[in-house]
Every structure is written in structure tokens, then in C-alpha cells.
């Protein structure tokens, strides 16, 4: 039988939308902090009016109207908060964009959401005319990081383009109109990928969002104390992880989360640190190892930290260790997926159980199936699927994607392959499908052996994960090359170099292989596995 999480369903949460959410929250704790960042502490009535004057300009300044599409592409500053809660007050969809595409990426995202209006950062306009040109974008807001700190001088261009803080300027000049929507209206769509390696916008509802960060709040209950949490925010906002952790269930709460822009830059991240006596914290493998061997992390407070979480990929025992041992704090790994708004299961503070992704939140079903949709009995290994509030409606415009991810009885399959243990605990073990996972993202080797055959050296190419112990793992390419070339140091600089100019970083091959011949099936498909 499915494992439920039995607490009542009735009254999960008091908000009909997240337009009521913010605008409650915001008037709840008023002067109190909501988000710092670069030093500039930023209150919930600033963000209340901010988000307003967004909103309001939007309205009167735009052609955009409730349901329309709106992309954010920034990173972890205040300017992502103020635009994402302004575009819900005026009953747009987010979409949520990686700072870090390269142009093609862009260009599938935009014209797959049919996004009308981008906002970004100014150092982004350069490489903006292509897209204009070839999306339904008709308008871009851009903005510097530092621009609520002191604004910054923009850099000029031809298309249709607004600076962020003049458009608060002229929005606060009008009244935000009164904009009606219901928890069935779609809040975001949050890009995914599948089987085809193209990115899918799973359709996520205001409701959906509400019941997870309910469930999230009743499993994390004794570890929050309203309004006086200090949550720490590196993990990107444009990712469904931190976006429902600190944009929606820590900030209804009344926390003060510290955003964390480049957490790359690790002796900026730990002087940052220094500055708060933080309570919360959310990360990953390659975060947790990588702070937790720095001298200066190691001297850090930690006495007020009562809660960290761990999502995005599977926690090592090495992460959960190193962590614990020097912050003295257990990782509470969880699991979850954007197609579940995001979180299915997490592990109860003091409660831990490593190696496992906890119990399903309350009111969640999971089951585990076999390859006809049949449940395993306990212990066998399956594909995890799950029903309950947070779990989507379907991917954006695609109804043949979204029945092949649905069971005949409204389970949604996650592709994750995973036991189920006693109590209730759960715990992932393969995944069904060949997705990379590098630091907690995902990178779909059709996507990148696609851009591998627009080399004009590359016969035919595979591309697999292979262990890493730093990012859990790393891309690995195998290439057949056309008639007549041989491998070089200049041919191999060549190939990184084409996947530099069409896929983000974490995405490009770190290693190569040159073979004569592809494994393949009786019918010419080339079995990955083989290459394993």
C-alpha cells in the first residue's frame, strides 16, 4: 500500500494565493528584517512597498495582463525577491531563468513559456539583441547588483529597455490594482528536462507552492521560532529548492534570510557568516565539504544553528559527517523534484535517519512500482511515484509529456528508482534515466550530445556521469570522429570550446574519450550503460 503521512488535510494552510501570502506576511512583521544581502538589510513593509511599486508599474506600464509570462534571470540578490513578488502581485507566471544560459538555452525557455518580458542583469544586454529578435520578449528590465545599495550607471541599447529602479520610481506613482487570483491559477512554470533532453515548464499552481511550504512548515515546526530565524541563502533562488525554502516557507515566517549572490567566493560567503548569528542553513554536498574545510568557517559561531537541510542530490556520508562534526548541527536530508513544487519527503530534525530521505511530508502518498505500474512490496526496488497537493498539473504545453509521467490512478512518476524501509522511510537508489546530476542540477546528455553534433569533427557522441567527489558527478564524452580526423590537443581544445559557446558550465564535458565505435542495440541505439 502507499506510504501516507496521515495528518489532516483540512486547513493546511490560511493563504488562497501567494498574493495573500506575501501581502499577510509583509504586514505581519512590518519593520522587521526580511532579506539582507551586500550588507543592506531590507525590511518586510520595504519589500511590501517595493514589490507594490513593481507590481503597480507592470500594470500600467506594459502590455502584460493576469496569466502572462514574466522571466526573472538573476542571481541571489534583493532586486530577484522584489520582481518575483511584484510579477505575483500583478497575477503573472514566473518564469525562472539561470543567469548562466548561453543564448540558445535561453532562446528554448522563453519561447516554450511564451515569456513577454525578461528582467536581468545590465552586464546581460550585450548578448540581449539575438534574443529580442527571436522570442516574444518585447521589453527588458535590467538592473546591477549593487543598485538598491547605490544605482549604477547602465549600459545603453536598441531594444525596448528599462532600468529596475526607475520602473519602482514610476510604479510608485500609481496605485496597485486589486488583481484576483485563486489557488488553481498557476503561480510558476519551473523548467525541467526529460527523456529528450528539451526542457519542460512543470506547471505550478499558487496552491501548490501554499500546501508544500504547509507541509515543509509542519515537519519543520520544531526547529522554527516566527520571526526570529536567521536563514542563510546560497543555493540560487531560480531554483525550485530555494525558491519554496527561503521565498516562501522561511519568509512567511517571518525570517530574516541573507542572500548569498556568488557563494563561489568563499571568503566573501564566510565573512558574511560572521555577520549573523544564523539559525537555518540549506545546501548540498559540494557546499557542506567545500566551507567546512576552510580554517576561517571552521572558527565560526555556530551555537544558534538548529536546522540544516540538504536536497538536489543524494547526501554523501563524508558531507553529513564533516558538517556535523564541525557545526555540530545534523543535516536533514530530504528529496523532491520541480515537478513537486518541490519537496515529497525530508527527515525530521533529531529524528535523522542518513542514507535515507526521510518520511513523506503530511498528506503525501508515495508508492514504489514495478515496470507496469504494480507496487513492490517492501524492500524491492522501484520507481518512486507520489500523489498530493504539491505534485503539478502537467508540463506547459505538453499533454503527451505529462500522461507518459502519469499513472492511470493520478500518481505522478518521479523516474527516481528507490526502496521503501520501514516506518515510513524511503530511500533513493538509482535513477531510472541517465540524468547527471553535478552539485545538485541536472544535465541531460541528449542536450549535451546534441550541441556535440554541431561540431563539425563529431561523427557520433555519448555522453555519461561518472562518480566525482567533490560535485557527485561529472560529464564524461564519448566521441566517434568523421572519416579522416584524428584526435589532437587543438581538436580537443576546439570541442570545449564549441561547448563553452552553447551550454552553461556545470554542463560541459570535463573528460573526453575518443573511440572507433559506439555500443549500440539491435536497432542503432547507442547503449550508454555500456560506456559505464
Not at 506600464?61 to 530577484?80: E, K, S, V, W
Not at 503561480?187 to 496552491?207: D, E, I, P, V
Not at 560567503?269 to 567546512?292: D, E, R, S
Not at 556545470?506 to 539491435?522: A, G, H, R, W
Request: glycine share 6%; with cysteine; hydrophobic share 40%.
Amino acid at each position: 500500500m502507499p506510504t501516507l503521512n496521515t495528518a489532516p488535510l483540512i486547513n493546511v494552510s490560511p493563504y488562497s494565493s501567494l498574493l495573500h501570502l506575501i501581502e499577510e506576511t509583509c504586514a505581519r512583521f512590518n519593520n522587521k528584517t526580511a532579506f539582507s544581502c551586500f550588507g543592506l538589510a531590507v525590511s518586510f513593509n520595504d519589500i511590501e512597498q517595493y514589490s507594490r511599486q513593481f507590481a503597480a508599474y507592470l500594470q500600467q506600464y506594459t502590455d502584460l495582463t493576469i496569466g502572462d509570462r514574466i522571466a526573472i534571470q538573476l542571481p541571489n540578490i534583493t532586486q530577484f525577491v522584489i520582481a518575483a513578488y511584484g510579477a505575483i502581485r500583478a497575477g503573472l507566471i514566473l518564469v525562472n531563468t539561470n543567469p548562466l544560459y548561453t543564448q540558445r538555452e535561453m532562446l528554448h525557455q522563453f519561447n516554450d513559456s511564451g515569456a513577454k518580458l525578461l528582467v536581468t542583469l545590465s552586464s546581460h544586454i550585450p548578448k540581449l539583441d539575438y534574443i529580442i529578435n527571436n522570442t516574444a520578449i518585447d521589453t527588458v528590465i535590467t538592473t546591477h547588483p549593487f543598485d538598491l545599495i547605490s544605482p549604477q550607471t547602465q549600459v545603453q541599447c536598441d531594444f525596448n529597455h528599462f532600468h529596475f529602479m526607475d520602473t519602482l520610481k514610476v510604479g510608485e506613482k500609481h496605485l496597485l490594482q486589486p488583481v484576483s487570483v485563486s489557488s488553481n491559477h498557476l503561480a510558476a512554470l519551473q523548467y525541467t528536462g526529460g527523456t529528450t533532453g528539451l526542457s519542460k515548464g512543470a506547471m505550478l499552481s499558487h496552491g501548490n507552492l501554499i500546501a508544500n511550504a504547509a507541509q515543509l512548515s509542519d515537519r519543520l515546526a520544531s526547529r522554527i521560532n516566527e520571526g526570529k530565524e536567521i536563514f542563510i541563502a546560497p543555493l540560487p533562488l531560480y531554483h525550485i529548492y530555494a525558491f519554496m525554502v527561503n521565498l516562501i516557507l522561511y519568509f512567511e515566517k517571518g525570517a530574516c534570510t541573507v542572500l548569498i549572490p556568488d557563494p563561489k567566493d568563499t571568503p566573501n560567503f564566510i565573512q558574511t557568516l560572521k555577520q549573523y548569528p544564523f539559525t537555518g542553513f540549506a545546501g548540498l554536498n559540494t557546499l557542506f565539504i567545500g566551507l567546512c574545510q576552510q580554517e576561517h568557517f571552521q572558527s565560526l559561531d555556530f551555537s544558534q544553528l538548529k536546522v540544516t537541510i540538504s536536497g538536489g542530490t543524494a547526501l554523501t556520508q563524508f558531507a553529513a559527517d564533516i558538517w556535523y562534526n564541525t557545526t555540530g548541527c545534523a543535516v536533514c536530508e530530504g528529496y523532491g523534484l520541480s515537478e513537486t513544487s518541490p519537496v515529497i519527503s525530508l527527515n525530521t530534525p533529531g529524528f535523522e535517519k542518513l542514507g535515507t530521505i526521510g518520511q513523506p511530508l503530511m498528506n503525501t502518498l508515495v508508492c514504489i512500482l514495478d515496470e507496469n505500474e504494480n507496487e513492490v512490496i517492501q524492500g524491492q526496488a522501484g520507481e518512486l511515484a507520489v500523489s498530493g497537493p504539491q505534485v503539478m498539473s502537467g508540463y506547459w504545453q505538453q499533454k503527451s509529456e505529462t500522461k507518459h509521467v502519469m499513472t492511470k490512478s493520478g500518481f505522478f512518476k518521479t523516474g527516481d528508482i528507490a526502496i521503501a524501509l520501514k516506518d515510513g522511510f524511503h530511500q533513493i537508489i538509482d535513477r531510472k534515466k541517465d540524468v547527471i546530476i553535478i552539485s545538485g542540477f541536472n544535465v541531460y546528455p541528449n542536450e549535451v550530445e546534441n550541441v556535440l553534433s554541431l561540431h563539425d569533427a563529431v561523427l557520433e557522441s555519448a555522453v555519461i556521469g561518472i562518480s566525482d567527489e567533490h560535485s557527485g558527478e561529472k560529464v564524461k564524452a564519448f566521441i566517434t570522429l568523421s572519416a579522416l580526423i584524428t584526435p589532437t590537443a587543438t581538436l580537443l581544445s576546439s570541442l570545449k570550446q564549441h561547448c563553452a559557446n552553447h551550454l552553461t558550465p556545470y554542463k560541459i564535458p570535463t573528460l573526453f574519450e575518443f573511440v572507433d565505435s559506439m555500443p549500440k542495440s539491435s536497432v542503432g541505439k547507442i547503449l550508454r550503460r555500456n560506456l559505464k
